[in-house]
């Protein structure tokens, strides 16, 4: 179980968010994932995705 005590919520009202557009997919995930191959990513999963940003397996 994690506990987290919130000291503040905001938010924006959304007056300074740009207008954007979709224009297209982003491929760099698919290219990256080409290039290092089924091992390649296998064997990246194994050492960035073994703990959490806080250090918990």
Same mark, same amino acid.
């Given at each position: 179980?994690?506990?987290?005590?919130?000291?503040?919520?905001?938010?924006?009202?959304?007056?300074?968010?740009?207008?954007?557009?979709?224009?297209?997919? !982003?491929?760099?995930? !698919?290219?990256?994932?080409?290039?290092?191959?089924?091992?390649?990513?296998?064997?990246? !999963?194994?050492? !960035?995705?073994?703990?959490?940003?806080?250090?918990?397996?």
């Amino acid at each position: 179980m994690i506990t987290v005590d919130v000291t503040r919520i905001s938010d924006s009202c959304g007056w300074g968010v740009p207008i954007m557009e979709k224009t297209g997919e !982003r491929d760099l995930l !698919r290219l990256q994932a080409e290039k290092k191959g089924v091992a390649g990513m296998a064997q990246y !999963r194994a050492q !960035r995705n073994a703990w959490s940003i806080d250090g918990l397996p």
